[in-house]
């Protein structure tokens, strides 16, 4: 009985020595600590899609490592593009070209209609991974860009390269007169023009252009 007393005594003197160690300061980083790791372990799972692309029989495969990939092996292909659509932005708001909403809307409509309707729009949008946000932004850049070649060059086609045209492509043409389709082809042709001089523009744009590659 008198071990058992000295014992328990010896216990409660070591209870609260331990007690009396735990600080408040060191009590509110413990506290604190749990809490991070708490809501760091909540983020992470909720969050996991933006850390984490894919598991193999539960083994992570990174976001960080999905995107190095794709850097190395399309990265300059995708940045060279999206280097041409900031020139192009630019050089559409220096001479003051305007993309209102109705021009976009009016070419998703003509899109719509040469498509064959909506459910054909809707399907080649999936085909494409687009959505129709991401489709009025590219035609943003589309539009601006024929604006912008109307604006700075004014081509011409002549009745002679018309007639040539015709000639040259009569088999494909389903044996219809010249009269009838004489304004659709004069039309391709300036199209044509307008995106050989554009091109031949912009090449210099780009050329005069200070452009820096981190990849």
Known sequence: NIVNMAT???????????????????????????????VSFLLAKRYKGQFIAAT???????????????????GEVVLDELINQALVQDLIKKNGV???DTDIEEEVA????????DEVFEATLAQYGLNLDQLK???QVTIGQRKLASVMFSPE???EEVLEY???NE??????PLSEIQEHITASLLDQKLQQEFSTWFAEQREAATIRSFI
Request: charged share 30%.
């Open 8 to 38: 328990k005594k010896k216990t409660k003197k070591t209870v609260k020595k331990l007690k009396l160690n735990l600080k408040p300061g060191f009590a509110k980083n413990l506290i604190l600590v749990l809490l991070v790791g708490s």
């Open 56 to 74: 193999v029989n539960y083994q992570p495969i990174s976001r960080f490592k999905l995107n190095k990939s794709l850097t190395e092996k399309y």
């Open 98 to 100: 305007e993309v209102t």
């Open 110 to 117: 003509n899109l719509k209609l040469q498509l064959g309707g």
């Open 137 to 139: 932004e590219r035609l």
């Open 157 to 159: 086609v002549t009745d």
């Open 166 to 168: 015709y000639t040259q």
């Open 171 to 176: 088999a494909s043409l389903e044996g219809r």
